[in-house]
Structure formats: structure tokens, C-alpha cells
């Protein structure tokens, strides 16, 4: 294990996500020195408006987060 959540707008390919994943886990490899065996992702999309309540509940005050965006998810809207 480690696992990798992706979470995106809406409007991405099915190409543009495989290509994400595909460079995060072997970044996570090369800098974990783990497996991609024992890596897994996922991705998940939302509209503007969904945002929003994921920005708030998972991102805004989570001390878990470790690097904080540096834009107003409003402005999304």
C-alpha cells in the first residue's frame, strides 16, 4: 500500500486519467521505493457546483492535506 486519490473536474479523457495515474504512481514508486504491486488509485469527477462541499469537507481544514491549493473554489462556479 500506498493509494493515490484523485479528485478532478469533470472533462477530462479516459487518456488524460490513465496518463495521471500512470505518472503518480511512478512517482510515488521512485520516491517511496515501493512497488507499483503495491500501488492503487483512484479518480473521481465533479462538477463545479459539487465541489464546492468536497473543497470544504476534505481540502479547506483537513491537516492531513499537504500541500493547499492556492485558488478560491468559487471561482470554479
Avoid at 493509494?3 to 500512470?22: P, W, Y
Wanted: hydrophobic fraction near 40%; charged fraction near 30%.
Amino acid at each position: 500500500m500506498p493509494h493515490i486519490s484523485i479528485k478532478m473536474l469533470k472533462g477530462r479523457t479516459d487518456e488524460q486519467k490513465a496518463l495521471a495515474v500512470k505518472k503518480l504512481t511512478d512517482a510515488l514508486c521512485d520516491a517511496l521505493g515501493c512497488s507499483e504491486r503495491h500501488v492503487s488509485v483512484s479518480v473521481e469527477d465533479f462538477t463545479a457546483q459539487e465541489w464546492q462541499n468536497v473543497f470544504a469537507e476534505e481540502i479547506a481544514n483537513n491537516p492531513a492535506v499537504m500541500k493547499k491549493p492556492e485558488y478560491d473554489p468559487k471561482d470554479l462556479l
